[in-house]
């Protein structure tokens, strides 16, 4: 596996890799191998903000779990066409975004029962974490034009002895409600299910509208103000029922499940797998779900999942590496990938049969003392950090 590049001596060719991949890729025999060592370049930079991305995770789900708030997290490594989008849409800024500044090549999630336990985790990472907060978004009580409601925290890595090579990594902490996560994954289901970038306020202008609704009623159930511009809320309902006759909206939520058809490689014995790629085929919506292991190098799938569309420059799947500590927090943490948005359905049924939205929450359950886990370490270096048991004593003889 390639190895993890230092920051220090490597920042130019990042820089350069994103450059030659954010631009439009012209395939010649002049071309071909200036490109291919683009990609490469990038993946590796990519790849090196796995460990502080497992790492940053681990001190998640420590706070909600000392803190004994309810909530469930994943983490996943930035996809390679979102990458080259991002770029693309910088190029022509005054500043424009550069590959080695990226802010969420790492990113994690953290979904909570309530606004309560939300502020909670919030407030823990703010104020006790080792690494360095160097920027926050707060998306929650002022939100994005289109309605879009998360806290964003961005944080610099800080490693110590072997892991310092790793130190200024960057990794964002999206940290949202249940309702919050309902709306936002359901943007992106019926984003992938149209075929348009609804999350970036790309697409029918119709169903754009309908979500910022929902956002503002979402906002006031939990204590949040509505969008600015937003009306009133009987202006709301009516507005809501006129679209969802319009787009047929609750039809197409409840039939988007049945829609979409996956598939889950077998897990092999006991062994847990430390990442699960998804693999979502934009034609024909199936979806299919291998979990990856330390010794079979997930960060070689990965690339070797993407590699069609990078070398094309289409965009036939959506191909996601995630870590998830089982298989059912990955479904829960993004189901735009399976078709599941039943939660936001049930919302929006409630509001146009005249009701008013239900917070969702989760009660707490009683928590077990955690069994020791594998100390967090980079995969793709082969090495693994195990809790040893201790050698038992021989018995004296008499």
Same mark, same amino acid.
């Given at each position: 596996?390639?190895?993890?590049l230092p920051?220090?001596?490597?920042?130019?060719?990042?820089?350069r890799?994103?450059?030659i991949?954010?631009?439009?890729?012209?395939?010649?025999?002049?071309?071909?191998?200036?490109?291919?060592?683009?990609?490469?370049?990038?993946?590796?930079?990519?790849?090196?903000?796995?460990?502080?991305m497992?790492?940053?995770?681990?001190?998640?789900?420590?706070?909600?779990?000392?803190?004994?708030?309810?909530?469930?997290?994943?983490?996943?490594?930035?996809?390679?066409?979102?990458?080259?989008?991002?770029?693309?849409?910088?190029?022509g800024?005054?500043?424009?975004?550069?590959?080695?500044?990226?802010?969420?090549?790492?990113?994690?999630?953290?979904?909570?029962g309530?606004?309560?336990?939300?502020?909670?985790?919030?407030g823990?990472?703010?104020?006790?974490?080792?690494?360095?907060?160097?920027d926050?978004?707060?998306?929650?009580?002022?939100?994005?034009?289109?309605?879009?409601?998360?806290?964003?925290?961005?944080?610099?890595?800080?490693?110590?002895?072997? &892991?310092?090579?790793?130190?200024? =990594?960057?990794? /964002?902490?999206?940290?949202?409600t @249940?309702?919050?996560?309902?709306?936002? *994954? $359901?943007?992106?289901?019926?984003?992938?299910?149209?075929?348009?970038?609804?999350?970036?306020?790309?697409?029918?202008?119709?169903?754009?509208?309908?979500?910022?609704?929902?956002s503002?009623e979402f906002?006031?159930?939990?204590?949040?103000?509505?969008a600015?511009?937003?009306?009133?809320?009987?202006?709301?309902?009516?507005?809501?029922?006129?679209?969802?006759?319009?787009?047929?909206?609750?039809?197409?939520?409840?039939?988007?499940?049945?829609?979409?058809?996956?598939?889950?490689?077998?897990?092999?014995?006991?062994?847990?797998?430390?990442?699960y790629?998804?693999?979502?085929?934009?034609?024909?919506?199936?979806v299919?779900?291998?979990?990856?292991? &330390?010794?079979?190098?997930?960060? =070689?799938?990965? /690339?070797?999942?993407?590699?069609? @569309?990078?070398?094309?420059?289409?965009? *036939? $799947?959506?191909?996601?590496?995630?870590?998830?500590?089982?298989?059912?927090?990955?479904?829960?943490?993004y189901?735009?990938?399976?078709?599941?948005?039943?939660?936001?359905?049930?919302?929006?049924n409630?509001?146009?049969?005249?009701?008013?939205?239900k917070?969702?929450?989760?009660?707490?359950?009683?928590?077990?003392?955690?069994?020791?886990?594998?100390?967090?370490?980079?995969?793709?270096?082969?090495?693994?950090?195990m809790?040893?048991?201790?050698?038992p004593?021989?018995?004296?003889?008499?």
């Open positions: 596996m390639n190895a993890p920051l220090e001596d490597n920042i130019d060719a990042v820089r890799a994103g450059e991949i954010g631009g439009d890729l012209i395939w010649t025999p002049e071309t071909e191998q200036r490109i291919r060592e683009a990609f490469s370049v990038a993946n590796q930079w990519r790849d090196s903000h796995a460990h502080p497992r790492s940053i995770h681990q001190t998640l789900r420590s706070h909600i779990r000392l803190r004994e708030v309810e909530g469930f997290t994943a983490a996943r490594l930035k996809r390679m066409n979102a990458i080259r989008g991002k770029l693309r849409r910088m190029r800024r005054k500043r424009p975004l550069g590959l080695d500044t990226f802010q969420d090549l790492g990113g994690c999630r953290a979904i909570m309530s606004m309560k336990d939300a502020e909670t985790l919030i823990a990472l703010k104020h006790r974490c080792r690494h360095v907060l160097w926050q978004n707060d998306y929650i009580h002022e939100a994005r034009p289109t309605g879009y409601r998360s806290h964003h925290l961005k944080f610099e890595f800080r490693g110590t002895g072997d &892991k310092k090579i790793y130190s200024g =990594r960057r990794v /964002e902490v999206q940290i949202r @249940d309702l919050q996560h309902s709306w936002a *994954t $359901a943007v992106e289901a019926i984003g992938l299910f149209r075929g348009e970038e609804l999350k970036s306020g790309k697409g029918s202008s119709e169903w754009l509208r309908l979500f910022a609704l929902m503002a906002a006031e159930t939990e204590g949040c103000d509505p600015k511009g937003m009306p009133d809320r009987a202006a709301r309902m009516r507005e809501l029922k006129e679209l969802n006759g319009e787009l047929g909206a609750v039809k197409i939520l409840e039939n988007l499940s049945d829609a979409v058809y996956w598939s889950q490689d077998a897990v092999q014995g006991r062994t847990k797998p430390s990442y790629l998804i693999e979502y085929d934009n034609e024909t919506r199936q299919h779900v291998t979990p990856q292991y &330390k010794n079979s190098f997930p960060f =070689r799938s990965y /690339e070797a999942a993407e590699k069609p @569309d990078n070398f094309s420059g289409q965009e *036939t $799947a959506n191909v996601v590496l995630i870590e998830a500590d089982k298989m059912d927090n990955l479904t829960k943490a189901p735009n990938y399976f078709g599941d948005v039943q939660l936001f359905k049930m919302q929006l409630r509001l146009l049969g005249g009701e008013a939205v917070e969702y929450e989760v009660a707490l359950q009683k928590r077990s003392i955690p069994t020791p886990r594998e100390r967090v370490d980079p995969s793709w270096i082969g090495r693994r950090g809790w040893t048991e201790p050698t004593r021989k018995k004296k003889k008499k």
